[in-house]
């Protein structure tokens, strides 16, 4: 099902034709260094860059008789360069083309990650600053606390965009790493000098030091930091599915031309991508914990991470990347209604201004405590009883003799909560 969402791009960076391809690129590399050395002839590596290839039909086919990946790829390449295929894979163990073969693989997919990211950025930083006073009720605890923007929700979700930009470069740098120093990391059969210029060919670094396998802390921080990603697009979708809900309406899904919500009832107008946003956040943070679990092998390495990575990296890369191209598209066309926004606002009679009031008794020289009593007194009765909450207020004696009707009005007015709009904004350039 997944496939049909899947960006072409993303999803060839996990398939065996660009694993092997860069598998085979290592071995090159690690042949032109070793001829820089005088550790084999120049012309092996010559004919080994010019001959050196695969076919994925025939290394599956090997497999089915070695059981093992890698000795299978590299007798597909020895079938076609010759006898000079004694010079490949010389010193070197599987992990070490394997792994860093995934390290340029994971800097391949963190990449794509990121420019979905800063795609996401601007979208939000546009939305705010359309949105920038459009005024709107801030809820907590799902109650009515006090106007807001809707403006400052997208200036807050683009400002956690930023930091996940910056979350993703450092685990691409984290993940970005190779290693080409033997069985037990020891370089006893291989120049410390070829690791380094392998990388180098490819763009990522050497690690400095590492047993058969790179340190898997490495992959945990990668997959732990698409969680947190995950788990900030989850929290906006989430947001957007409660401003969706029938008694609220304040935001929706854009609904298609022909779209349909239910097939039992045609009214229906469901927010079914951003519930699926949502719940994909939770395989990609379960996809975080099998990559803390695969940080501890045992001595120099064993394979218990191997067969849990074919799974978790691709998967949790592959739905990040569809989260947010989504989130994106979602974001970019939301139907935002001020109207019922204002009508929200006003839902309460007034209440939402009960700070407001209550600041205004305590300059008055009122201690707060019995302020507070006053004001929620009067509170109570709009919320029990149904009495309007700036009549009751304004005919409240002991109100009364601290506030004048001018100053009680001035405490209902919703341009007081929105006086610093233009001093938060400008923090992010709007």
């Keep these: 099902m997944i496939e049909r969402y899947t960006n072409p791009e993303m999803g060839h960076i996990w398939t065996d034709e660009n694993e092997f391809k860069t598998m085979l690129d290592i071995e090159?590399?690690?042949?032109?260094?070793?001829?820089?050395?005088g550790t084999i002839p120049a012309e092996a590596a010559k004919i080994i860059r010019e001959r050196a290839k695969f076919d994925i039909k025939r290394v599956r086919e090997i497999e089915q008789v070695t059981h093992h990946d890698i000795l299978a790829f590299l007798q597909a390449v020895a079938e076609n360069v010759g006898d000079d295929s004694k010079y490949i894979?010389?010193?070197?163990?599987?992990?070490?083309?394997?792994?860093?073969?995934?390290?340029v693989i994971m800097k391949q997919a963190a990449g794509i990650i990121i420019n979905d990211l800063e795609k996401l950025h601007a979208v939000?930083?546009?939305?705010?600053?359309?949105h920038k006073y459009t005024a709107m009720i801030g809820r907590t605890h799902g109650i009515h606390a006090e106007p807001m923007t809707m403006g400052l929700k997208f200036a807050l979700w683009f400002d956690e965009t930023g930091r996940n930009i910056e979350r993703v470069k450092?685990?691409?740098?984290?993940?970005?790493?190779?290693?080409?120093?033997?069985?037990?990391?020891?370089y006893a059969n291989i120049d410390p000098r070829i690791e380094q210029y392998v990388c180098d060919k490819l763009g990522i670094k050497a690690a400095n030091l590492a047993t058969q396998v790179i340190q898997r802390d490495r992959h945990a921080e990668f997959l732990s930091t698409l969680a947190v990603v995950s788990s900030s697009l989850e929290k906006f979708a989430t947001e957007i599915r409660n401003l969706q809900r029938t008694d609220i309406r304040e935001a929706e899904e854009f609904f298609h031309?022909?779209?349909?919500?239910?097939?039992?009832?045609?009214?229906?107008?469901?927010?079914?991508?951003?519930?699926?946003?949502?719940?994909?956040?939770r395989v990609v943070r379960g996809n975080a914990m099998a990559a803390l679990e695969n940080v501890a092998l045992w001595h120099e390495r064993d394979?218990?991470?191997?067969?849990?990575?074919?799974?978790?990296?691709?998967?949790?890369?592959?739905?990040?990347?569809y989260q947010l191209r989504k989130i994106t598209d979602i974001?970019?066309?939301?139907?935002?209604?001020?109207?019922?926004?204002?009508?929200?606002?006003?839902?309460?009679?007034?209440?939402?201004?009960?700070?407001?009031?209550?600041?205004?008794?305590?300059?008055?020289?009122?201690?707060?405590?019995?302020?507070?009593?006053?004001?929620?007194?009067?509170?109570m009765a709009r919320w029990l009883e149904g009495a309007d909450f700036k009549t009751n207020v304004t005919n409240d004696t002991e109100i009364k003799a601290y506030l004048s009707a001018e100053e009680i009005d001035a405490c209902f007015e919703?341009?007081?909560?929105?006086?610093?709009?233009?001093?938060?904004?400008?923090?992010?350039?709007?």
Aim: hydrophobic share 40%; net charge positive.
């Design 124 to 130: 939000l930083k546009r939305r705010a600053a359309e």
């Design 28 to 37: 090159i590399y690690a042949c032109e260094a070793m001829a820089e050395l």
């Design 331 to 379: 974001i970019d066309k939301l139907l935002v209604y001020p109207d019922a926004m204002q009508a929200n606002m006003e839902k309460t009679g007034g209440l939402i201004f009960s700070q407001r009031l209550l600041l205004a008794l305590v300059d008055k020289g009122v201690l707060r405590e019995t302020a507070y009593r006053w004001v929620q007194r009067n509170a």
């Design 257 to 281: 031309e022909g779209q349909k919500g239910s097939s039992a009832m045609p009214h229906k107008r469901n927010p079914i991508t951003c519930e699926r946003i949502a719940g994909l956040a």
């Design 89 to 103: 894979h010389m010193g070197l163990t599987s992990s070490d083309v394997k792994d860093t073969a995934l390290g």
């Design 414 to 430: 919703y341009s007081y909560y929105l006086r610093h709009i233009d001093t938060i904004m400008a923090r992010f350039g709007l």
């Design 170 to 186: 450092r685990a691409q740098e984290t993940v970005a790493v190779g290693k080409l120093s033997g069985a037990v990391g020891t």
């Design 303 to 321: 394979i218990t991470h191997s067969s849990v990575e074919r799974v978790i990296l691709p998967d949790s890369t592959i739905l990040v990347d």
